[in-house]
């Protein structure tokens, strides 16, 4: 309504169509540090230079090392005369060092809760301590117990890795409770798709990695967990906070191995409250771990036999081309990886 031209640059989506956007001079550029770092690298049809403000949302995790290539490549087209806006749910070391590095006089407000307790009072926190082989099993008797009380409130359920998340998505399928992944092999129109079938209450269930514990926005989640417990206990903060959001209710179970009881502790010590137990019937565990176990057996040969990193190998081209290596070179060193990975499959297959 005040005709302020904008553009989205981000990963997945064609670097044409956001080329011609970027030479259109927008007045506000909404974008991944890897893919405007991209733009910069590859074309000179468009500048920075005029950019007057610089904001630098979810700034812990900008500034945490992870996009520090990225960013040595974009700073420098920026002009020097602007204003920098670092936002952040956590305060980090990262934070720490840039406001005392920073060369003027740096302002800095922070919201504090008088309570203490990083999470809100309205998020009923538990754990559920389960043996590492048996983790499958147990989460699915979560799902299955909170949907005794609760038949149609949302569920987002974070894990680790990539295959991981996938792997799990496949198997709740297969047992029965009907979800969609999200992580980062997954492309960006897939992506957007899981997440607006998500939004609208079509499905219920969403798998995903730390990709979707920061900027989503989504109402109605009633149950976070963890499959796996992240190992930076300020992440835990970011994934239980996409439920009991604007003074709604929520619920949020960890799932603890006994090799977690340390991190466990230092979450409990950084938000400052105590998880409780949620309580579950162990014997229904054991009745299903056959049928979890072999629905996540199929699984991983259905995922081994596809091209799941086809993604990471892309990226890795285009990273050693940027770098200057000979695409002979680069060809060979892509088929060493494949055969690697083929090995270590065919290893895995025999062992089990």
Same mark, same amino acid.
């Given at each position: 309504?005040?005709?302020?031209?904008?553009?989205?640059?981000?990963?997945?989506?064609?670097?044409?169509?956001?080329?011609?956007?970027?030479?259109?001079?927008?007045?506000?550029?909404?974008?991944?540090?890897?893919?405007?770092?991209?733009?910069?690298?590859?074309?000179?049809?468009?500048?920075?230079?005029?950019?007057?403000?610089?904001?630098?949302?979810?700034?812990?995790?900008?500034?945490?090392?992870?996009?520090?290539?990225?960013?040595?490549?974009?700073?420098?087209? /920026? *002009?020097?005369?602007?204003?920098?806006?670092? +936002?952040?749910?956590?305060?980090?070391? &990262?934070?720490? =060092?840039? @406001?005392?590095?920073?060369?003027?006089?740096?302002?800095?407000?922070?919201?504090?809760?008088?309570?203490?307790?990083?999470?809100?009072?309205?998020?009923?926190?538990?754990?559920?301590?389960?043996?590492?082989?048996?983790?499958?099993?147990?989460?699915?008797?979560?799902?299955?117990?909170?949907?005794?009380?609760?038949?149609?409130?949302?569920?987002?359920?974070?894990?680790?890795?990539?295959?991981?998340?996938?792997? /799990? *998505?496949?198997?709740?399928?297969?047992?029965? +409770?009907?979800?969609?992944?999200?992580? &980062?092999?997954? =492309?960006? @129109?897939?992506?957007?798709?899981?997440?607006?079938?998500?939004?609208?209450?079509?499905?219920?269930?969403?798998?995903?990695?730390?990709?979707?514990?920061?900027?989503?926005?989504?109402?109605?989640?009633?149950?976070?967990?963890?499959?796996?417990?992240?190992?930076?206990?300020?992440?835990?903060?970011?994934?239980?906070?996409?439920?009991?959001?604007?003074?709604?209710?929520?619920?949020?179970?960890?799932?603890?191995?006994?090799?977690?009881?340390?991190?466990?502790?230092?979450?409990?010590?950084?938000?400052?409250?105590?998880?409780?137990?949620? @309580?579950?019937?162990?014997?229904?565990?054991?009745?299903?771990?056959?049928?979890?176990?072999?629905?996540?057996?199929?699984?991983?040969?259905?995922?081994?036999?596809?091209?799941?990193?086809?993604?990471?190998?892309?990226?890795?081209?285009?990273?050693?081309?940027?770098?200057?290596?000979?695409?002979?070179?680069?060809?060979?060193?892509?088929?060493?990886?494949?055969?690697?990975?083929?090995?270590?499959?065919?290893?895995?297959?025999?062992?089990?």
């Amino acid at each position: 309504s005040i005709n302020l031209k904008k553009c989205v640059i981000v990963g997945g989506m064609d670097m044409m169509v956001q080329g011609l956007e970027l030479a259109k001079k927008p007045h506000v550029v909404v974008a991944t540090p890897g893919r405007l770092a991209d733009h910069i690298e590859s074309c000179n049809t468009f500048s920075l230079e005029k950019i007057k403000f610089l904001v630098l949302d979810e700034a812990d995790r900008l500034l945490g090392g992870s996009f520090d290539k990225q960013l040595k490549v974009i700073l420098p087209t /920026l *002009s020097k005369e602007k204003q920098v806006l670092l +936002f952040s749910a956590t305060i980090t070391d &990262a934070l720490d =060092k840039a @406001k005392h590095l920073a060369p003027g006089k740096v302002f800095m407000w922070e919201a504090k809760d008088e309570s203490g307790i990083a999470t809100v009072k309205e998020l009923d926190q538990r754990y559920v301590l389960c043996p590492k082989d048996a983790i499958d099993s147990f989460l699915v008797e979560v799902v299955r117990t909170f949907r005794t009380t609760n038949e149609t409130g949302s569920i987002m359920i974070f894990t680790d890795t990539c295959k991981n998340c996938q792997l /799990l *998505s496949m198997t709740l399928n297969e047992v029965g +409770f009907i979800n969609v992944a999200l992580h &980062a092999m997954i =492309k960006q @129109k897939e992506r957007l798709a899981a997440l607006n079938k998500f939004k609208s209450d079509h499905i219920k269930i969403l798998i995903a990695t730390d990709v979707a514990a920061r900027g989503l926005d989504i109402t109605g989640v009633e149950l976070v967990i963890n499959h796996t417990i992240p190992n930076v206990p300020k992440e835990y903060i970011h994934r239980v906070g996409r439920t009991a959001r604007a003074g709604k209710g929520g619920m949020a179970v960890s799932l603890i191995t006994p090799y977690d009881i340390k991190l466990l502790h230092a979450i409990e010590s950084i938000i400052g409250t105590k998880l409780i137990e949620y @309580k579950i019937d162990d014997e229904e565990v054991v009745t299903i771990l056959t049928q979890v176990s072999v629905a996540k057996r199929e699984a991983e040969i259905k995922l081994d036999e596809a091209d799941f990193y086809e993604k990471k190998i892309i990226n890795k081209r285009k990273q050693l081309l940027l770098e200057g290596k000979d695409p002979k070179e680069i060809d060979l060193i892509l088929q060493k990886h494949k055969k690697t990975s083929k090995i270590a499959k065919k290893k895995n297959r025999n062992i089990t």
